[in-house]
């Protein structure tokens, strides 16, 4: 016996490198037990190459801000491990579908939050000085559970840069500022369910949705945008055939 | 408005889906049938003629297909090309007059 160590295994990650236009560029990385695909990141830019850009923030799943694209999926990179996505050692990290790439893995997530903006997705209170009543709100009623089903939107932008349609017009709202305007249009305590469902109901708004469901099938958090974008077809019509839209 | 617009095509071509699904069903069962052991224009022609009921089924079929179709190759043609906006609904319902004229002669012409 030579006593000699069996070599570290190794992970090989292609990470892209540039704007719209680079190319993947492969790196060595040792894998560790419950590593995760940012941990492989910030070791290469910590360790191999420090003009490497990316972003994230919090590293346990809240803010919303590591997501990237793992072997073709959006993901959110802090929690996801490499023993899920690495079966034959090798890892390809890109930026974000959707969304101009700045740098590397950091896209500009502004025209993905400009859509929340034009999608009306703020809350507006019905009691505006706040101080006139307080709002009771069964947990349990139908509409509190629909907003409760899409409340937990991390922003992460994995939903948009999954979804097809807005691959196809990039005009199209996007399932989490749809979702987020569902969550409102729910809310008993918003006073302008007719702004947010004409906003829904716009040229890009929910009903250029195919439903291919690829926003559900990849959010993170478990939601379900598509549900929320079918709720919104169905409210966007009796909206119009009561004279409201 | 736009929202309106885009609520009414979603509602319409629904509606029209709706109608189209038995009617291709008893369309693509009529042909199987009629045409076993050949067929021909002929003896087509001297069943269908003076039939309300198959009148009555493809005026529909036709009217069904003149809302469903111009909406879907809209959405299409706004996804899969740089075109949008008000020459395309335009470009849409001539589309649908296209439909109605040449489905309205082909029925006409059963009867």
Redo the contacts between chains.
């Keep these: 016996m030579s006593g000699r160590e069996p070599p570290e295994p190794e992970l090989v990650v292609e990470i892209w490198r540039g704007r719209e236009s680079g190319e993947f560029v492969p790196y060595r990385v040792a894998r560790r037990e419950n590593q995760t695909v940012l941990d492989v990141v910030s070791h290469v830019q910590r360790r191999i190459d420090p003009t490497l850009s990316y972003r994230f923030a919090c590293r346990v799943g809240m803010c919303g801000s590591c997501a990237m694209t793992v072997n073709g999926i959006p993901r959110w990179t802090c929690r996801t491990r490499v023993d899920r996505v690495a079966g034959n050692g090798r890892v390809r990290i890109g930026p974000l579908r959707n969304m101009p790439v700045i740098r590397d893995l950091a896209v500009d997530m502004a025209p993905f939050f400009d859509k929340w903006q034009r999608a009306t997705g703020r809350f507006v209170p019905s009691d505006a000085d706040n101080r006139r009543t307080f709002a009771r709100v069964p947990p349990g009623s139908r509409e509190r559970q629909a907003a409760d089903a899409g409340i937990e939107c991390i922003g992460c932008g994995v939903c948009y840069a999954a979804c097809d349609?807005v691959a196809?017009?990039s005009d199209y709202l996007g399932p989490a500022a749809l979702n987020r305007v569902w969550t409102l249009v729910n809310d008993s305590r918003d006073g302008a369910r007719r702004e947010h469902?004409?906003?829904?109901?716009?040229?890009a708004?929910c009903?250029?949705c195919h439903s291919h469901q690829a926003c559900m099938s990849y959010c993170p958090k478990g939601l379900n945008p598509t549900a929320a974008i079918a709720g919104l077809?169905r409210e966007?019509?009796k909206?119009?055939l009561r004279g409201e839209? | 408005m736009t929202g309106r617009l885009e609520a009414w095509l979603y509602v319409a071509q629904r509606g029209s889906a709706f109608v189209l699904a038995p009617l291709v069903v008893v369309h693509l069962a009529t042909m199987i049938y009629a045409i076993r052991g050949g067929l021909s224009a002929e003896e087509i022609l001297s069943r269908t003629e003076d039939s309300a009921v198959w009148g009555s089924v493809y005026g529909l079929f036709v009217a069904a297909v003149a809302v469903h179709a111009p909406i879907g190759v809209r959405s299409i043609v706004r996804e899969m090309t740089p075109w949008k906006g008000r020459s395309l609904d335009v470009a849409a319902l001539l589309f649908c007059a296209l439909i109605v004229v040449l489905g309205v002669r082909a029925v006409g012409a059963l009867l």
Excluded: P
């Design positions: 349609v196809w017009n469902l004409a906003a829904a109901a716009g040229d708004g009903h250029q077809k966007t019509v909206s119009l839209l």
